[in-house]
């Protein structure tokens, strides 16, 4: 069965970087694009960016263009999102998602990570 | 950047009854959207795909419609189980945009 399991919460202080860690079970890591969703408490859901595990190529949306990076490492089919000059704003839940495939289309998110609480606090 | 508009934001129903939240697309996106059900705590899970498609493992009480710019998740006969807060999704084009989400209590 397809499992995206997250690495542990974190608490940074202002100005750090935090990198969350996605390990990829159950099917062929190199075949669906991951995606990246935060939610911040009591609010919606957000899209960060996207990553293609096989070429590494990456996708950020504009508000984190310059901040975040999405990385992999396919020998243990591991994803990863770092964010940096964090700010109180960013504590939230970071997900990372599976995207489903779609002939002649992004893909939707057919399954998720158990996330993971970034806090950011002095 | 496609705008989602999903509503009601909030609804209280009761056990039974029909439920009918929609979202509506800034520009046409074919039937590139998805539902999602999340419920405290947890990740959010996917009822249906391609606007219409129910996903495996999901009641048929939960049914999607529509194309273009306007789609309807309905619940046909709410269960104790639903209530929690859904989203629709737009993956027709790069931002992938949610909307507001509904949170669907208890009346």
């Known amino acids: 069965q397809v499992q995206l399991v997250q690495s542990g919460a974190e608490v940074k202080k202002p100005g750090a970087s935090v990198k969350v860690s996605c390990k990829a079970s159950g099917y062929t890591f190199t075949s669906y694009d991951i995606n990246w969703v935060r939610q911040a408490t009591g609010q919606g859901l957000e899209w960060m960016g996207w990553?293609?595990?096989?070429?590494?190529?990456?996708g950020y949306a504009q508000k984190f263009q310059g901040r975040v990076t999405m990385t992999r490492n396919t020998s243990i089919s591991t994803a990863y999102m770092e964010l940096s000059s964090l700010r109180s704003e960013d504590t939230a839940v970071y997900y990372c998602?599976?995207?489903?495939?779609?002939?002649?289309?992004?893909?939707?998110?057919?399954?998720w990570g158990q996330g993971t609480l970034v806090t950011v606090s002095s | 950047d496609i705008q989602m508009t999903q509503s009601p934001s909030s609804l209280s129903a009761s056990v039974g009854d029909r439920v009918t939240i929609t979202c509506r697309a800034s520009q046409g996106i074919r039937n590139d959207l998805g539902w999602y059900q999340q419920k405290p705590g947890k990740a959010p899970k996917r009822l249906i795909y391609a606007a219409s498609s129910l996903q495996s493992g999901v009641p048929s009480r939960f049914s999607g419609s529509g194309s273009g710019t306007e789609f309807t998740l309905t619940i046909s006969s709410l269960q104790p189980e639903d209530f929690a807060t859904y989203y629709c999704?737009?993956?027709?084009?790069?931002?992938?945009?949610f909307g507001q989400g509904t949170k669907v209590e208890i009346k």
């Open positions: 999704l737009q993956h027709n084009s790069y931002p992938k945009t």
């Open positions: 998602a599976r995207v489903s495939m779609v002939r002649g289309g992004i893909g939707g998110i057919d399954y």
């Open positions: 990553m293609n595990p096989n070429s590494g190529n990456t």
